[in-house]
Structure formats: C-alpha cells, structure tokens
C-alpha cells in the first residue's frame, strides 16, 4: 500500500489541477457576483439571461448538435471505408496516397478557412451549419482513417478469408465481419470529432454570418460583449458549464471504448 501511495498522490493531484477551473466555473455560475443577473444569493440568475440571449440558448444548443452530429456522422462513415481500403486492399499508390491524407495535417487550419468560405459560397453552402460540418469533418479525416486503418490492421486476416470462403462480398465482410470488431476504433473516431465539432469556434466564426445559425461557442464569445463592450462574466461561466456538460458526459460513458480504440493498434493477431 505505501508503494502505491505516491501513485494516487500524483494522479489525485494532476485531476485536481485539470478539475479546478471547470469545478470554479461551475461554483461561479451560480453564485452572487456583481453586473450580473445573480446578484444575491445563489440561483439560476445566470442561467436565465443565457436561455434569452437572442435566438434563445435552445437554437445555438440545436445548431451545435445538429453540426456535431452530422460531423460524427461523415466522419465515422468515411474514415471506415478509407480506413479498410488502406488495411486490407493493394492498389497502385497506396502508400503515396496515404501520406497525402496525413499531410492534411500540416496545413494551418485557419489558413484554410478563407478559401473554403470562397468555395462554399459558390456551390452555395456558404452561412450553412451542412457547410460549417463539411468543413470541420474535412479535417478531422486524416486522424480518423489513420485510427480506422490501424483498428482494422488490428484484426486478423483469417477472418476476413474465413467470411469469403463463405461466400460473402467484400461489402458483406465488412459490414458483417468487421464492424463489430473495430467497434472502440469508431466510438474513438466519432467521439474525436464530436468533441472537435461542438467545442469549434473558427470555423462557425468566419463560415456563419447569420446569428440565428450560430453554434453556442460562438454565441458564448458573442455574450460576452452584448451591451457596450461590459463582459457578462456571470452568463459566459453558464454558457461554458453548458458547454462542457455535454462533453463530460460522453467521455464518461464511453472512457472504455476510447481507451480500446487507442489500444487496438498496439497488438495485432
């Protein structure tokens, strides 16, 4: 036991220093504090100017989910299919063209948001949440085919031979065979790109011009010079809390299948 007691004195420690500011945003919320809608006592005070702020917290909660989920969503179903085509394939330039996909990773985000916006508006995504998930999945996908291809490198090949010689199509493989084995991979994947979507500032930023579109980290920024440039530090700690919630949540239900996916390229066989 006292081998371990330095173990959990550090561990506790480093919780505690990534706890404290989400732990005092959330105590600050809620209680009293001058220029703010709670000014005695504790309560909600906060809460309600958040919930009234323009379109109402209600819209920019739906614009965050409806971004984030049709993010998972592109993101998840490509990666898998790039992902099993770089695993279990040949094809001439495979390897050139992975690295191409990698690359996107090098390139600045924000560099690229001008051009974007440009090419968005002239197939007319631009000021769109379909255009804003585009974006945001887009560069999400050199990560996620990376994780999809090592999850699929991962599981033997006899299973995929097996599921041939009785008869099924790469398709069918696939969707049969090798789905639910690289479930922790795409719970990885998709709960990446959830968390890169909801908590995404930039891209809303200069992709969203119309404030009834606009997703809650963006409304958040947006609150905290509502009335001649005075910070409403009271709503902007709701607004974060709210933010953070969602986020927390997720990790905690799926912390087992985030670790297995990480894991699931260290061995194979």
């Not at 702020?53 to 971004?67: D, E, K, P, T």
């Not at 479930?183 to 930023?205: E, K, Q, S, Y």
């Not at 009335?227 to 990790?251: K, N």
């Amino acid at each position: 036991m006292a081998i371990r007691t330095p173990y959990w004195v550090f561990t506790t420690a480093l919780a505690l220093v990534f706890l404290f500011p989400l732990l005092w945003t959330a105590v600050a919320s809620v209680s009293p504090s001058p220029g703010t809608n709670q000014v005695q006592g504790w309560g909600f005070g906060n809460y309600e100017t958040l919930a009234g702020y323009q379109a109402g917290i209600g819209r920019y909660l739906a614009n965050s989910a409806f971004v984030s989920l049709l993010t998972v969503a592109l993101t998840v179903t490509v990666s898998v299919f790039g992902g099993y085509a770089f695993a279990r394939f040949r094809f001439p330039g495979k390897d050139l063209l992975f690295l191409l996909t990698l690359a996107i990773l090098m390139v600045p985000y924000a560099t690229l948001l001008i051009p974007l916006y440009v090419l968005l508006n002239r197939v007319g995504l631009a000021n769109s949440l379909v255009g804003v998930a585009l974006v945001i999945s887009m560069f999400q996908l050199p990560f996620s085919v990376f994780m999809m291809r090592i999850s699929f490198e991962s599981v033997p090949r006899e299973l995929d031979e097996a599921a041939m010689v009785d008869g099924c199509s790469s398709f069918t493989t696939l969707r049969r065979v090798l789905l639910p084995a690289v479930r922790p991979g795409m719970i990885t994947v998709g709960l990446f790109a959830f968390l890169t979507a909801w908590n995404d500032f930039m891209a809303p930023l200069i992709l969203i011009n119309d404030s009834s579109r606009m997703t809650l980290p963006l409304a958040i920024a947006n609150l905290r010079s509502q009335v001649q440039g005075v910070v409403d530090y009271g709503a902007t700690e709701a607004g974060v809390v709210i933010l953070a919630l969602p986020c927390i949540v997720l990790f905690l239900l799926l912390q087992r299948h985030y670790v297995r996916g990480f894991m699931s390229g260290a061995f194979k066989g």
